[in-house]
């Protein structure tokens, strides 16, 4: 077999040391040295430690010797590329492992068939399998899975995957150790006959074995070879009987049947027994020449891969996806922590602005007054807007501004406001808009001043029917306001319930009192001139009929609750605190002038509130209740003097504590619409001078009247035709500090102190998160690597290339990856609506009334998309860190994990 001789490996003082710890160390391979050609069946031979397996992995490229040469091809292994050793093990080398080393993802027929894959030898590959796994016998196991072989099936597999692709040198480790003898007979006769015209290196301790396929032996002992032998040409151990009747029975094997029969028949005429040497010489091999080969590069075909990734996928995606979903909930934490200390007050009122689908925007000037205070935090007051104010919140826009003023009648002078029904639930502001037992507004957003024209488009006035009451004309010349039915159905159902009933054509005329809570007959009064049609109650249906409901039954509570927190409801509310329905309007260009002439000492003003100051400097609280109250005139006192009543020099005394109230300040404050707690339109400042017995209220000079009565006209500002450029202006507005007519302006203040205030622990908690994160991935990435490192091992043995095993790997990571995007993206939008929700309820707790619903979290594109950024950052680094060290571990120590 080997009298021409090419050889195709070459080993030249070849050492292997194995490091057991810093002072210690095995030896696995000693000075070895021999060459092996380009056929037949090579037996290493040895005891367990011998140095075997160390032997062989490093002629198959698994691992790498301490020192000394390994030629294969005529090509030192020094020299070998990382993409030469992957080549040779995918193309040239076939691998038998002791323990399989099978892929338990994919089928029998899938683990033969990655041979061929790996070097997108493809051609004819049905018809090459099905040869191939009829030779190792395994016909009908085509589809099984490899967890139901048995360990003969298994290794028959291993056989069938490292042959199919043809490879010159076999490398098998031990192949039958495992086996019965059948199944081992089976195995070495198929890896015999391949050996006919390739290399076969088999690792084996049975000496039997060898005597029987082996065509060379290489023994070792403690690393070291003791015996190289080659077989005897035209040796065969079988019984022979010469031509003396000298009988030599086989080396170390029984007689078959045959062979006894001929003893059996020949044993009279047998002179002497004995038996067949070995078979085996000491090797003195000639080398005739050496094997040079030239070798093109190979590909994993991409159709295959593609599929081994899916294999590997979803092999994991159960675990995956609980992971990734797990994942998704800490990057969820992370946006809502970074979207709330990213709080920004001017992108909440846009975001709400437009939630509630406004239709008009009122702004006004506000300043911070230095003089004022209200815990510790400087109050604001309204000041009047004038043309460059608007100009400044204006901007590039080309939106409308409609001056309005702070001055309108009421529908209701009874106390049946919606606070009574559910004293925590909405704020005063709302309050102040609808009644509890009707839909109404109680007051309007002030007066609008505009022309015919406006009022004509505005609703549709070109036909007469939509002026259901008066004319535009009764309101030129005058104080008489132009009302919407809305507004109207709200005085007639006030006065109603005081079972007076009323057309719109009896209130044409009528005179109101202006800008009033609590009381009839106070301030200036104006009339009706005009009622207009808008159709609201086909709009606000449900409204209405819940409405309805509610006063033909005994109220429930909790149902009636739950009404009022639902989103019809806040719609309602919100288009009447921000649209046009509740607006009073003017269409007379002196309506100001006019006011004020009105406005003489016969006339009565209303404070919205006081504010005391207990020691001549400014106490940090007011009188959060709105304490009307009639102001009589009193022209013996200076500018700078008030008197109060009995009643309101005891509520002080017990309010405050104090017995000392004379000659302390107290503040008349004016604020937007009355509202409680309302943002401060204006104040007087005043000396409390003493104690009136007879009089209702307070008493002040007329020049004070007329100051306070001037509050109630001051101007603002209405724009109209919300459309695109409102960010704009409300981000103007904001940034300028001027104050929007929002219904939930005081809870974006609560909302933006408190993320300042816990900005630094909110900043700590999302590092924490962020930190949390990446060991996550990390741990997971490791993890999801270190559990395949098996299969890893194997892949890189059978020729790989490490550029196709990172992108199985880091596909299946990215499907993580995806996955926890994916589901971050589908629970963001409830997560932040729980949020608001949450928080929301925690503030209602915290202040100790309910606050309506806003959207607070609000979902930036930019904050998911640097979020998303550094979880792609993370992802790589954490896949490719454990992937890079597989790299420098070499084969076989993830596949073998032993040192022979």
Same mark, same amino acid.
Not at 165 to 193: C, H, Y
Not at 287 to 303: A, G, P, Q
Not at 564 to 590: H, V
Not at 827 to 837: C, E, H, N, R, Y
């Given at each position: 077999?080997? @009298?021409?001789?090419? *050889?195709?490996?070459e080993?030249?003082?070849l050492?292997?040391?194995y490091?057991?710890?810093k002072?210690? @160390?095995s030896?696995?391979l000693?000075?070895v040295?021999f060459v092996?050609?380009s056929?037949?069946f090579?037996?290493?031979?040895g005891?367990?430690?011998s140095?075997? $397996?160390t032997?062989?992995?490093?002629l198959?490229?698994l691992?790498k010797?301490t020192?000394?040469d390994?030629l294969?091809?005529? +090509?030192?292994y020094?020299e070998?590329?990382l993409k030469?050793?992957?080549?040779?093990?995918?193309k040239?080398f076939?691998?038998v492992?002791q323990?399989?080393?099978? !892929?338990?993802e994919?089928?029998?027929?899938?683990n033969?068939?990655l041979?061929? $894959?790996?070097?997108s030898?493809?051609?004819?590959?049905e018809?090459?399998i099905k040869?191939?796994i009829n030779k190792v016998?395994?016909?009908g196991?085509e589809d099984?899975?490899?967890?139901?072989l048995s360990g003969?099936e298994k290794q028959?597999v291993a056989i069938?995957?490292?042959?199919i692709k043809?490879?010159r040198i076999?490398?098998?480790d031990?192949p039958?150790?495992n086996?019965?003898e059948?199944?081992?007979e089976?195995i070495l006769?198929?890896?015999?006959?391949?050996s006919?015209?390739?290399?076969v290196i088999m690792v084996s301790?049975?000496l039997l074995?060898?005597?029987?396929?082996?065509d060379?032996? *290489?023994?070792?002992?403690e690393?070291?070879?003791?015996?190289d032998e080659i077989r005897?040409?035209?040796?065969?151990n079988?019984?022979v009987?010469?031509?003396n009747?000298?009988?030599?029975?086989?080396?170390f094997?029984n007689?078959?049947?045959n062979?006894n029969?001929e003893?059996?028949n020949n044993?009279?005429?047998?002179?002497?027994?004995s038996?067949?040497?070995s078979?085996? !010489?000491?090797?003195k091999?000639?080398?005739n020449d050496?094997?040079?080969?030239?070798?093109?590069?190979?590909?994993?075909?991409?159709?295959?891969k593609?599929?081994?990734t899916?294999k590997?996928?979803?092999?994991?995606?159960?675990s995956s996806?609980?992971l990734s979903?797990l994942?998704s909930?800490?990057v969820? !934490?992370?946006l809502?922590i970074?979207?709330?200390?990213s709080?920004?007050?001017n992108d909440v009122?846009?975001k709400n602005?437009?939630r509630?689908g406004s239709?008009?925007?009122l702004?006004s +000037?506000s300043i911070?007054?230095?003089e004022l205070?209200?815990?510790?935090?400087?109050l604001?007051t309204l000041?009047?807007?004038?043309?460059?104010d608007?100009?400044?919140i204006k901007?590039? $826009?080309n939106n409308?501004?409609?001056?309005v003023v702070n001055?309108?009648?009421?529908?209701?002078?009874?106390?049946g406001c919606i606070?009574?029904?559910?004293?925590?639930?909405?704020?005063?502001?709302?309050n102040?808009?609808?009644?509890g037992?009707?839909?109404?507004?109680?007051?309007?957003?002030?007066?609008a001043?505009?022309?015919?024209?406006?009022?004509?488009?505005k609703?549709n006035l070109d036909d007469k029917?939509?002026?259901?009451?008066?004319?535009?004309?009764?309101?030129q010349n005058s104080t008489?306001?132009?009302i919407?039915?809305?507004?109207a159905d709200?005085?007639i159902?006030?006065y109603?319930?005081n079972?007076?009933?009323l057309t719109?054509?009896?209130?044409?005329g009528k005179?109101y009192?202006?800008t009033?809570?609590?009381?009839?007959?106070? =301030?200036?009064s104006c009339s009706i001139?005009?009622?207009?049609k808008t159709n609201y109650?086909e709009?606000?249906?449900?409204?209405?009929?819940?409405?309805?409901?509610f006063k033909?039954?005994? *109220? @429930?509570?909790?149902?009636?609750?739950?009404f009022?927190?639902?989103?019809?409801?806040n719609k309602y509310?919100?288009?009447l605190y921000?649209?046009?329905y509740?607006?009073c309007y003017?269409?007379?260009p002196?309506?100001?002038?006019?006011v004020?002439e009105?406005?003489?000492?016969r006339?009565y003003s209303?404070p919205?509130?006081?504010?005391?100051n207990?020691?001549l400097?400014?106490?940090?609280?007011y009188l959060?209740?709105s304490?009307?109250?009639?102001?009589?005139i009193?022209?013996?006192l200076?500018?700078?003097?008030v008197i109060?009543?009995?009643d309101?020099?005891?509520f002080?005394?017990?309010?405050?504590?104090?017995?000392?109230?004379?000659?302390?300040?107290?503040?008349?404050?004016?604020t937007q619409?009355n509202q409680r @707690?309302g943002?401060m339109k204006?104040y007087i400042?005043?000396?409390?001078k003493?104690i =009136?017995?007879?009089?209702k209220?307070?008493?002040i000079?007329?020049?004070n009247?007329?100051?306070?009565n001037a509050?109630?006209?001051m101007?603002?500002a209405?724009i109209?035709?919300v459309d695109s450029?409102?960010?704009?202006?409300?981000?103007n507005a904001y940034?300028n500090?001027?104050?929007i007519f929002d219904?939930? =302006?005081?809870?974006?203040?609560?909302v933006?102190?408190?993320?300042?205030a816990? $900005?630094?622990l909110f900043t700590?908690i999302?590092v924490l998160?962020f930190?949390?994160?990446i060991?996550?991935y990390?741990m997971?990435?490791?993890?999801?690597?270190?559990?395949s490192?098996?299969?890893?091992?194997?892949l890189?043995?059978l020729?790989?290339k490490?550029?196709?095993l990172?992108s199985i790997?880091?596909?299946k990571?990215?499907?993580?990856?995806?996955?926890s995007?994916v589901?971050t993206?589908?629970?963001?939008?409830?997560?932040?609506?729980?949020?608001?929700?949450l928080l929301?309820?925690?503030?209602?707790l915290?202040i100790?009334k309910?606050?309506?619903?806003?959207?607070i979290?609000i979902?930036?594109?930019?904050?998911?998309?640097?979020?998303f950024?550094?979880i792609?950052i *993370?992802?790589i680094?954490s896949?490719?860190?454990p992937?890079?060290?597989?790299k420098?571990?070499?084969p076989?120590k993830?596949?073998?994990n032993?040192?022979?």
């Amino acid at each position: 077999m080997f @009298n021409k001789i090419f *050889i195709v490996i070459e080993v030249k003082n070849l050492n292997k040391i194995y490091s057991i710890n810093k002072k210690r @160390n095995s030896r696995g391979l000693v000075d070895v040295s021999f060459v092996l050609p380009s056929s037949g069946f090579v037996f290493i031979l040895g005891k367990s430690g011998s140095g075997k $397996s160390t032997l062989i992995n490093c002629l198959g490229l698994l691992d790498k010797p301490t020192s000394g040469d390994i030629l294969i091809d005529n +090509k030192n292994y020094k020299e070998f590329t990382l993409k030469d050793e992957e080549y040779y093990r995918a193309k040239v080398f076939g691998f038998v492992f002791q323990d399989y080393q099978l !892929l338990e993802e994919l089928s029998v027929k899938d683990n033969i068939k990655l041979g061929l $894959s790996l070097i997108s030898d493809l051609e004819n590959c049905e018809q090459r399998i099905k040869e191939i796994i009829n030779k190792v016998d395994l016909v009908g196991f085509e589809d099984r899975s490899v967890k139901e072989l048995s360990g003969g099936e298994k290794q028959r597999v291993a056989i069938a995957r490292a042959l199919i692709k043809n490879p010159r040198i076999v490398f098998a480790d031990e192949p039958t150790g495992n086996l019965d003898e059948k199944t081992s007979e089976i195995i070495l006769n198929i890896l015999k006959e391949y050996s006919k015209d390739h290399l076969v290196i088999m690792v084996s301790h049975d000496l039997l074995l060898s005597y029987k396929f082996a065509d060379r032996r *290489i023994t070792l002992k403690e690393g070291l070879i003791i015996n190289d032998e080659i077989r005897k040409e035209n040796y065969e151990n079988k019984l022979v009987i010469d031509e003396n009747n000298n009988c030599f029975l086989p080396f170390f094997r029984n007689l078959n049947e045959n062979e006894n029969k001929e003893i059996n028949n020949n044993i009279k005429n047998i002179k002497s027994i004995s038996n067949l040497d070995s078979g085996f !010489l000491k090797n003195k091999l000639e080398i005739n020449d050496t094997f040079s080969l030239k070798y093109e590069r190979v590909e994993f075909n991409k159709k295959e891969k593609n599929k081994l990734t899916f294999k590997f996928i979803k092999n994991g995606l159960i675990s995956s996806s609980i992971l990734s979903f797990l994942s998704s909930l800490i990057v969820i !934490l992370i946006l809502l922590i970074q979207t709330f200390i990213s709080f920004n007050i001017n992108d909440v009122v846009v975001k709400n602005f437009k939630r509630s689908g406004s239709e008009v925007a009122l702004f006004s +000037k506000s300043i911070e007054d230095d003089e004022l205070t209200f815990n510790n935090i400087k109050l604001k007051t309204l000041k009047e807007m004038d043309e460059s104010d608007k100009a400044l919140i204006k901007g590039d $826009s080309n939106n409308e501004f409609i001056d309005v003023v702070n001055y309108s009648i009421i529908t209701n002078y009874s106390s049946g406001c919606i606070n009574y029904w559910d004293r925590g639930y909405f704020s005063t502001t709302i309050n102040t808009i609808l009644h509890g037992n009707n839909p109404y507004p109680i007051i309007s957003n002030g007066t609008a001043l505009v022309t015919d024209t406006y009022l004509i488009d505005k609703f549709n006035l070109d036909d007469k029917n939509n002026i259901l009451a008066g004319s535009l004309a009764n309101c030129q010349n005058s104080t008489s306001l132009i009302i919407t039915d809305l507004y109207a159905d709200g005085i007639i159902e006030a006065y109603a319930n005081n079972h007076v009933n009323l057309t719109y054509e009896q209130l044409i005329g009528k005179l109101y009192p202006l800008t009033t809570y609590g009381q009839k007959s106070l =301030s200036c009064s104006c009339s009706i001139g005009c009622i207009v049609k808008t159709n609201y109650k086909e709009k606000y249906k449900e409204i209405f009929l819940n409405y309805e409901n509610f006063k033909n039954k005994v *109220i @429930n509570r909790v149902e009636y609750n739950e009404f009022l927190k639902s989103e019809t409801f806040n719609k309602y509310s919100s288009d009447l605190y921000s649209g046009t329905y509740s607006m009073c309007y003017s269409n007379n260009p002196k309506f100001i002038e006019c006011v004020k002439e009105l406005n003489d000492e016969r006339n009565y003003s209303s404070p919205s509130g006081l504010f005391y100051n207990t020691s001549l400097s400014l106490a940090d609280s007011y009188l959060n209740e709105s304490y009307a109250s009639l102001i009589s005139i009193n022209n013996t006192l200076t500018d700078d003097e008030v008197i109060i009543n009995q009643d309101i020099y005891n509520f002080l005394r017990e309010k405050y504590n104090d017995d000392e109230i004379i000659s302390k300040e107290l503040y008349i404050m004016k604020t937007q619409n009355n509202q409680r @707690n309302g943002e401060m339109k204006g104040y007087i400042k005043l000396t409390i001078k003493g104690i =009136s017995s007879t009089s209702k209220g307070m008493a002040i000079n007329s020049h004070n009247i007329k100051r306070l009565n001037a509050l109630h006209i001051m101007k603002y500002a209405l724009i109209t035709d919300v459309d695109s450029n409102i960010s704009s202006i409300i981000k103007n507005a904001y940034n300028n500090d001027y104050f929007i007519f929002d219904r939930n =302006s005081t809870n974006y203040d609560v909302v933006d102190r408190t993320t300042k205030a816990f $900005s630094n622990l909110f900043t700590f908690i999302e590092v924490l998160a962020f930190a949390f994160l990446i060991a996550f991935y990390i741990m997971f990435n490791i993890r999801s690597i270190s559990s395949s490192k098996h299969q890893i091992g194997i892949l890189k043995a059978l020729g790989m290339k490490f550029k196709d095993l990172c992108s199985i790997f880091i596909y299946k990571n990215l499907i993580f990856t995806v996955i926890s995007i994916v589901s971050t993206l589908l629970l963001a939008f409830p997560s932040f609506k729980i949020a608001d929700v949450l928080l929301i309820e925690s503030y209602s707790l915290f202040i100790r009334k309910s606050m309506p619903y806003l959207e607070i979290f609000i979902i930036k594109p930019t904050i998911f998309l640097l979020v998303f950024a550094i979880i792609l950052i *993370i992802f790589i680094v954490s896949t490719l860190i454990p992937l890079l060290i597989l790299k420098k571990i070499t084969p076989s120590k993830i596949v073998n994990n032993k040192n022979e």
